[in-house]
């Protein structure tokens, strides 16, 4: 026979557990320092403005 286990204790606990999944991927997402993303910024656009220079009219 199987154990018999709490039908609310259960739901709770894999609600807390998606919760946790959740916020592990926020905080990679959006865990970052302003600095950190600026600096991507900054990054990105040099790399675009390098990109558009380095093009040739026809």
């Given at each position: 026979?199987?154990?018999?286990?709490?039908?609310?204790?259960?739901?709770?606990?894999?609600?807390?557990d998606?919760?946790?999944?959740?916020?592990?991927?926020?905080?990679?997402?959006?865990?970052?320092?302003?600095?950190?993303?600026?600096?991507?910024?900054?990054?990105?656009?040099?790399?675009?403005?390098?990109?558009?220079?380095?093009k040739?009219?026809?």
């Open positions: 026979m199987s154990e018999i286990i709490n039908l609310n204790k259960a739901r709770k606990a894999r609600a807390k998606e919760r946790k999944a959740k916020a592990t991927e926020n905080r990679a997402k959006f865990g970052r320092a302003k600095s950190a993303m600026s600096l991507d910024k900054a990054r990105a656009e040099k790399l675009q403005r390098a990109l558009d220079d380095a040739r009219e026809p």
